[in-house]
């Protein structure tokens, strides 16, 4: 028993010392419905500095460039269908949460014309996400990204902090209770 104590009070003790932590825990009891494959990692992990293409050949980047918000990474390919019907979904968290705080980046992983990535683009009429492309798959294979639709969650510091494998309804109002907890600002 008092082990089970001391246990509840580290654990309180760790949640009101690191609000981060908090945000996640509180996160991850949000989750419902297709969120309940969002699986959210008791400790952040490393990611892949490996460079892919920004979108339009405007040269290279690195995840690490996108730290300092939570960043939402889809890997996904113009040939998947699964990633093909999440993808305007995608495309509403977006417009409801980007900004200083929270981005989804969109990297089609392994051969996707840019010609066919611009035009599955234009007919779902989504003009609000990135077009990064990952031709060799260095970047997908450095983070262990081996299937499609795969979604990772990065933290400010640029930790993975989840992931889900498959596709997913990112519109659903688990997906935007998510996002808001994590983005929250820390309570005083």
């Not at 305007?88 to 089609?108: C, D, H, R, W, Y």
Request: glycine share 8%.
């Amino acid at each position: 028993m008092k082990k089970t104590v001391a246990a509840l009070m580290y654990t309180a003790i760790g949640l009101f010392a690191n609000p981060a932590l908090a945000d996640v825990e509180t996160a991850a009891g949000l989750r419902d419905g297709d969120m309940r494959k969002l699986v959210f990692h008791t400790t952040p992990e490393a990611v892949s500095n490996a460079k892919f293409q920004r979108a339009d050949g405007a040269g290279e980047m690195s995840l690490e460039e996108l730290e300092g918000k939570h960043i939402m990474v889809n890997f996904w390919a113009t040939w998947c269908a699964p990633c093909r019907k999440e993808m305007p979904m995608l495309s509403e968290l977006q417009k409801e949460f980007g900004g200083n705080t929270f981005e989804i980046v969109t990297i089609a992983t392994g051969r996707n014309s840019p010609e066919g990535i611009k035009k599955f683009f234009a007919e779902t009429g989504i003009d609000n996400l990135p077009r990064h492309q990952d031709p060799k798959q260095k970047l997908a294979s450095q983070m262990g990204i081996f299937g499609l639709p795969i979604t990772v969650i990065i933290d400010p510091e640029g930790r993975e902090i989840a992931r889900l494998r498959g596709d997913a309804d990112w519109a659903s109002d688990s997906a935007k209770a998510i996002i808001k907890a994590l983005i929250a600002p820390p309570a005083n």
